[in-house]
């Protein structure tokens, strides 16, 4: 509860102390600022509550339904009984359904039964629970209970159950405010028994030390660490990016690395067959044109060597060119039945279908990567030449290529025949007879804001690295478009090849990988870790996961990712566009620039407190000058400063051109500790001349002091955020109308044990508040000008 906070602890203190000594006013006063600050930190509260619950709604798992002949995508909690429920590789099931139809499904059930290994369910009307993970094939299945109602709900277990550690930012900031809180209360305790030996006015001893507590007490941190960074989370979820937990917002300002896939992320995912070249006789058709005969045996077996119902987005383009072209025609054929499937492979990029046609013969097609398809069809060196500088004439052009091969004709099964029941199948699709029969070229637009972005990302010093699974050649052309730099294209079989040494050691001077499989993008985040760097990663796929998760900082797909790959991932792009992840790069660059800026103030603006509630400890005699009920109003002001001021400042316009900062920077470095105690010095020095001004009573001293904190914490507001935005203005202006309210108001000073200031006095006390405001702000200049130099000659050494 916000009350059991150590500053509305000690206040409450203060406020019994004073009731013990008689003075209930004072006591009612403080009682006052223990809700007022209450209140506050329950706004603040809500605030985060209501960015963490918006998070937690757009995080919601969603299901695939097909309700009443429409499909539909619907949060799990809105899934009803009779829905049909789609399963697709990497989803999370949404309920417990019963199995209508089902190729390849196997679950992963670990969730519920702690088995480890994923168990097959293809047989209609064997079940699914609701939790399991699709870890291969696909299905329907029928929904047959909800909620509470289902296994998972009887156990009472949570899908989320990922608790993530604390970050490098949170273990700081524990460890800062521990110490701080640590010494201050020894010290405290130190110098309260010795005042109280001296004096023998024990009470007023413990006065004393309470009130330096709470102006040294770093209470604020803490709480502006979770707001800024729940906030945060809410703003980048407003740009189309998802943070999983608000912690994730942190790593954004340390990314030095941007590995992100070709496909849908910098292209539109809008993918079109271009052109079509047979083999050998390399006649060519281009895209609206009509298909002539020539090309419909080439376009019939790449229909065959395609998903029916694909997500892939090339074979969509296919089936849509298919339905176009070759609607009522002999060469599609839905009414054939599927033998088998023989998916890619780590060393053969090739995609193989087997069918039974209306004659019961085997029918065979492949499609797959050019320089697999000369594998698998055994071509001889001269042959396979020949094919493969077919298919770079095509990529030259950015064009993504794939080739289409045919098994021969009665498919030879081990030297004989293939029953006719199918019986006998090989396991390697190496067993079958093939020859190459075309190309089939793909073109996928480059989004149009890719190269600014890809600038963009540049200028603040962070490299872009393209992964794909096109050839060399199309990787390199779209690269060029796309404004990476110049230089090698390293290939999948390439990284292979090379050790873990080796590749850290080369991979800075690469900027695109080619022929790349899901799961070698492991390696590569380990590679680019090893050479220094701090690598965030998109991934969409089931095999993407083990990458997600050790990137510094995972990025997933929203809208082609499967369900597994969120949650492996720290980011979620709900559009899946590469702009959306820089705008997410900027702002958490502004989230920690802004949190830098809130904590620097709090340091700045403790230290005059600090000091001022350390001198009667030091000075015996001494009034206080600093009562616990003027902390705590100070405590209104630092507050809503750092909490809202702060937080919403806009990015300032240089921030894209610094570098990133290192992972390792402490939380406040030594240039925040000089600029912050710097400033805060200045103040300090200001407080305690007015604190000893002569032919001076106390409580007018005390006005004096207490309206220079007021007027100059507004002033460091002003200095430490944006000179021209009128949310610092805003910021500034709390401190002044405080100050305008207190002089209005008589009765307030007297409550406050203030007394009214002479002309004179308000004279001197403005020309010291502009004094030390001015000597900050040179420092400010002072310490600003290398870093002005610096971003102006980035070449420049130190």
């Known amino acids: 509860m916000s009350w059991l906070e150590p500053t509305n602890l000690l206040l409450l203190a203060c406020a019994l102390l004073y009731g013990l000594m008689g003075e209930w006013i004072d006591a009612a006063i403080l009682l006052a600022f223990v809700l007022g600050i209450s209140l506050l930190d329950a706004v603040q509260q809500q605030r985060s509550s209501h960015a963490l619950a918006e998070l937690a709604r757009l995080s919601a798992p969603r299901a695939h339904v097909r309700r009443d002949g429409q499909d539909l995508e619907l949060a799990t909690d809105q899934v009803r009984l009779g829905d049909l429920l789609r399963l697709e590789e990497g989803d999370r099931v949404a309920a417990d359904a019963a199995i209508t139809e089902a190729v390849g499904l196997w679950l992963d059930e670990s969730l519920l039964t702690g088995e480890s290994l994923p168990v097959a369910r293809t047989e209609p009307g064997e079940q699914v629970l609701a939790g399991s993970l699709v870890a291969g094939g696909r299905g329907w299945a029928t929904v047959v209970a909800v909620a509470e109602a289902t296994e998972l709900g009887r156990l009472g277990k949570s899908l989320v159950t990922v608790k993530p550690p604390l970050t490098r930012l949170q273990r700081q900031t524990r460890q800062l405010t521990t110490r701080l809180s640590l010494a201050a209360l020894a010290l405290c305790a130190a110098l309260a028994v010795i005042q109280g030996a001296s004096s023998g006015d024990w ?210 099964v081990h030297g004989g025949q293939a029953s006719s029941s199918g019986a006998g199948l090989p396991e390697d699709v190496h067993d079958y007879p093939f020859e190459p029969v075309g190309f089939l070229a793909l073109a996928d637009p480059l989004r149009a804001e890719v190269p600014a972005a890809i600038a963009t990302a540049r200028g603040a010093g962070v490299r872009v690295v393209m992964i794909t699974g096109d050839s060399p050649v199309t990787a390199r052309s779209i690269a060029d478009q796309a404004g990476l730099p110049p230089g090698p294209v390293l290939t999948g079989p390439e990284l292979e090849a090379l050790t873990p040494q080796a590749l850290a050691a080369g991979i800075g001077a690469v900027s695109v990988f080619a022929r790349v499989m899901p799961q070698q993008k492991l390696q590569l985040v380990r590679a680019l870790q090893a050479a220094g760097e701090v690598v965030a990663m998109t991934g969409d796929g089931v095999n993407d996961a083990p990458a997600l998760k050790a990137a510094d900082i995972g990025v997933a797909m929203g809208k082609r990712g499967s369900a597994v790959a969120r949650e492996s991932a720290d980011l979620v792009l709900l559009q899946d566009t590469f702009s959306d992840l820089v705008q997410a790069l900027e702002l958490g660059r502004r989230v920690d620039a802004n949190l830098h800026r809130a904590l620097g103030y709090t340091l700045a603006i403790h230290l005059p407190i600090a000091a001022l509630g350390l001198v009667p400890l030091l000075l015996p005699g001494q ?30 316009p240089g921030l894209m051109r610094q570098p990133p900062r290192p992972p390792e920077a402490p939380l406040f470095g030594p240039d925040t500790w000089r600029h912050s105690l710097s400033q805060g010095a200045v103040v300090m020095v200001a407080a305690l001349v007015l604190a000893f001004w002569p032919d001076t009573d106390t409580e007018s001293r005390r006005s004096l002091v207490f309206s220079l904190l007021l007027l100059a914490g507004g002033g460091l507001v002003w200095l430490n955020g944006d000179p021209h935005s009128r949310i610092t203005a805003a910021g500034a202006g709390i401190g002044l109308g405080l100050w305008l309210l207190l002089m209005a108001t008589p009765r307030l000073q007297r409550l406050l044990s203030l007394a009214s200031l002479q002309a004179s006095q308000i004279v001197t006390l403005l020309i010291t508040t502009a004094v030390a405001l001015l000597l900050a702000a040179v420092a400010d200049r002072c310490r600003l000008r290398p870093s002005i130099s610096k971003l102006a000659n980035p070449s420049e050494k130190p």
């Open 203 to 412: 009470p007023r001893a413990l006065l004393a030390a309470l009130a330096l507590a709470l102006a040294v007490l770093p209470n604020e941190i803490p709480v502006v660490l979770a707001l800024f960074l729940a906030l945060g989370a809410l703003r980048l979820a407003r740009i189309g990016v998802l943070a999983r937990w608000p912690a994730a917002v942190e790593s954004l300002g340390s990314a030095t690395v941007l590995a992100v896939d070709k496909t849908g992320t910098l292209t539109e995912n809008r993918m079109g067959v271009q052109q079509l070249l047979t083999w050998p006789d390399l006649k060519n058709w281009q895209a609206g044109t009509p298909l002539e005969e020539s090309h419909h045996q080439l376009m019939e077996l790449a229909v065959l060597a395609s998903r029916g119902d694909p997500v892939d987005a090339m074979e969509q383009a296919i089936q849509r060119l298919a339905a176009d072209q070759l609607d009522d025609t002999e060469h599609l054929h839905p009414d054939w039945p599927l033998e088998r499937e023989y998916p890619l492979q780590s060393n053969l990029l090739v995609f193989s279908r087997l069918w039974r046609d209306g004659d019961g013969d085997l029918q065979l097609a492949a499609k797959g990567a050019p320089e697999a398809i000369a594998d698998l069809c055994h071509l001889d060196g001269e042959r396979s030449a020949a094919l493969l500088a077919a298919a770079d004439g095509l990529a030259a052009r950015g064009l993504r290529v794939l080739a289409v091969a045919r098994g021969l004709d009665g498919v030879p």
């Open 623 to 652: 009034a206080l000058i600093l009562l616990p009920m003027h902390i705590a109003l100070l405590h209104l002001v630092i507050d809503p400063a750092c909490t809202v001021v702060f937080e919403a400042l806009p990015a300032s």
